[in-house]
């Protein structure tokens, strides 16, 4: 996966026993017209001065739209990634030859689908513990995938900025030096 730094392109090697700097804008998307949660991995060399970074945006697999039906609520499961398409208009979004923007910047690895796959390798890092909805954004699926990126880059956790209103159980979380759970 290749990260932007000021234009250029780089390998993302660069995060691999790192200290980083993690910022956070929570959004608990559960409809398509909510935001999307991003979390930022920042890199900064000692030397140059240089700054490396690597977004992360997230979006929920599912959605699930709730109507009234002869006086009954009636909860229908529908793809968020089409919704979503469809919603932000300038996103691509075409219907006939099945192709969605948010698939696309998934596909290009601009954009992490919360899906089964996803949950179930969480799942084999941390045990059911990290059993998260796929239906939402929660602050417990991000911690855990803080925690997953920490083993993946075996980076040292130098600040965690977020909203504390917007993620109060991630706040304590992201103060602690290291993320291990």
């Excluded at 700054?51 to 793809?79: A, C, H, M, S």
């Excluded at 890092?125 to 880059?153: R, S, V």
């Amino acid at each position: 996966m290749l990260i932007m730094v000021r234009s250029t392109f780089f390998n993302e090697d660069i995060f691999y026993n790192a200290p980083v700097f993690l910022g956070l804008d929570m959004a608990y998307t559960r409809n398509p017209d909510n935001d999307l949660t991003a979390l930022t991995m920042l890199m900064v060399n000692p030397f140059t001065n240089e700054e490396y970074y690597k977004d992360f945006y997230f979006l929920p697999r599912w959605w699930d739209e709730e109507r009234k039906e002869n006086g009954q609520t009636v909860i229908e499961r529908k793809d968020m990634i089409i919704a979503k398409s469809k919603v932000d208009t300038n996103i691509l979004y075409n219907p006939k030859q099945k192709v969605y923007g948010y698939q696309k910047y998934a596909e290009r690895g601009d954009l992490i689908i919360i899906d089964d796959k996803l949950i179930s390798e969480l799942i084999n890092e941390f045990g059911e513990q990290a059993n998260c909805d796929t239906t939402g954004i929660t602050e417990d699926f991000i911690k855990f995938f803080i925690a997953h990126l920490e083993l993946k880059y075996r980076w040292t956790l130098c600040k965690f900025g977020l909203d504390p209103n917007k993620a109060s159980k991630i706040k304590s979380f992201g103060e602690a030096k290291s993320v291990r759970i």
